[in-house]
Nanobody, 124 residues
């Protein structure tokens, strides 16, 4: 069983930057597809970015060009660099992992392991 621990959330003004990190323990991260999701109050969990085992990276249109997801297989972690933050980016951000993608990487149902979440608040 793997464990995921996120860090790096906080309060930032619009236009600012934050960097989230997620450490996976228990298995080698190189064997996992890793993703970031977020959940705003009263909304469902939505896809943000994904780093595949093969090295591909995908982003939701709402963050493409502003967010960058990276993977470090030596440190067993992934990061999410968030620039040009907007108030609508305010949410709890979750790290997720799966070894097998059945249908689509944007569905939270694909991921069996989740972190506890870290709050990101962007003030206007």
């Amino acid at each position: 069983q793997v464990q995921l621990v996120e860090s790096g959330g906080g309060l930032v003004q619009a236009g600012g930057s934050l960097r989230l990190s997620c450490v996976l323990s228990g298995r080698a991260i190189s064997t996992y597809h890793m993703a970031w999701f977020r959940q705003a109050p009263g909304k469902g969990r939505e896809f943000v970015a994904m780093s595949g085992i093969g090295g591909t990276t995908n982003y939701d249109d709402s963050v493409r060009g502003r967010f960058t997801m990276s993977r470090d297989n030596v440190k067993n972690m992934v990061s999410l660099q968030m620039n040009s933050l907007k108030p609508e980016d305010t949410a709890v951000y979750f790290c997720a992992a799966t070894q097998f993608l059945k249908r689509t990487y944007i569905s939270p149902d694909e991921y069996g392991s989740w972190g506890q979440g870290t709050q990101v608040t962007v003030s206007s």
